[in-house]
């Protein structure tokens, strides 16, 4: 039987290992293609020449790729001292040579020592932050360099993982935003020399580690394997794997439908506890099955439970056979 072409209605959240040599939004539209899905988008993009992990979320877990863009992210990066490139990757043109020091693995750490915590870092021109409306790297392709204001972040780890004169290969956890091109430009200055990336790997992003992941030529396998698509759709995270830091509220199907109807519950009606007015709260309730699903997500405010995120492509209320509640 010949695969329908129109998009599939699928929701959730696959974890790929990004190959090196395609943009994420290539590896995107590729991966839609072999789900045959109707929506589709990645979380935080990775550079062209950079491998590794890229969740890519599907129909209503595209609705949560925002929390994931602000996880912590974590790689394992190698960088080639005594060159400085203009992109500060493999993929630019030399612009600078340095000598090479003699280091030792205790000069290395030393040095890595004063990158923990917070940090400022001044984002590259070859990036795709827009100024006046325009991508940094189209103007950085016109030699255009403009002022980039410093940004706030946060390395929650670097660790040296090898010293080979003159490649050094080093991990990294750091707060979202971080240009890991940057940093090895950085501590290169601090060793006394200059560098640039020549491989970089994502190896986690919030809660969810490469090892999970799954490389195109595996999907395409399955997807020559199995017409039905279930093998496939077998593959994908519940939308709720991208949310388990936020506390969970189960909400009675009565409660359910107030919320899906965009009326706040008061908070006396409902088990609330260790959750504070600022905290996002993941709400579920059950269908007719009795099966519980995720609803959205919610806030307290004025000491009433006010939806923020719905998903009702999950399942609605219709769904679960509960009518309106009449007015007496």
Not at 125 to 147: C, H, P, T
Not at 161 to 183: A, E, H, M
Request: with cysteine.
């Amino acid at each position: 039987m010949a695969r329908q072409r129109r998009g599939r209605d699928i929701h959730g959240i696959l974890l790929l290992d990004k190959p090196a040599g395609i943009s994420s939004n290539r590896a995107l539209q590729i991966v839609k293609r072999i789900f045959q899905a109707k929506k589709a988008g990645h979380t935080g993009s990775l550079d062209p020449f950079a491998t590794g992990l890229l969740p890519i979320c599907f129909g209503e877990a595209t609705k949560v790729s925002a929390f994931m863009l602000d996880a912590d992210k974590c790689y394992r990066a190698t960088a080639k001292l005594g060159e400085k490139t203009t992109t500060a990757d493999s993929e630019g043109e030399v612009c600078e040579q340095q000598p090479v020091p003699d280091l030792s693995d205790a000069e290395i750490n030393a040095v890595f020592a004063g990158f923990h915590g917070p940090q400022t870092q001044i984002p590259p021109m070859y990036s795709a932050l827009k100024m006046d409306g325009k991508k940094l790297y189209e103007l950085a392709r016109k030699g255009i360099e403009v002022e980039r204001p410093a940004r706030k972040l946060f390395i929650h780890k670097l660790e040296l993982c090898g010293w080979n004169k003159p490649q050094l290969v080093f991990d990294v956890c750091s707060s979202k935003g971080t240009y890991i091109r940057v940093l090895a430009e950085d501590i290169a200055i601090a060793l006394g020399s200059c560098a640039h990336l020549t491989d970089l790997r994502r190896t986690r992003a919030g809660d969810f580690n490469v090892e999970h992941a799954l490389s195109i030529e595996q999907l395409e396998l399955l997807l020559r394997e199995d017409e039905s698509e279930t093998q496939l759709d077998n593959l994908l995270l519940p939308v709720d794997a991208a949310l388990q830091d936020f506390s969970r509220l189960d909400l009675s199907p009565q409660q359910a439908l107030e919320i899906h109807h965009g009326r706040p519950l008061d908070i006396l009606d409902i088990k609330v506890s260790n959750i504070s007015n600022t905290d996002l709260i993941r709400i579920y309730t059950v269908d007719k099955h009795g099966r519980s699903y995720l609803m959205g997500m919610a806030k307290i405010e004025d000491q009433k439970l006010k939806s923020v995120r719905l998903f009702p492509g999950l399942a609605t209320p219709a769904q679960t056979g509960i009518q309106h509640k009449k007015t007496p």
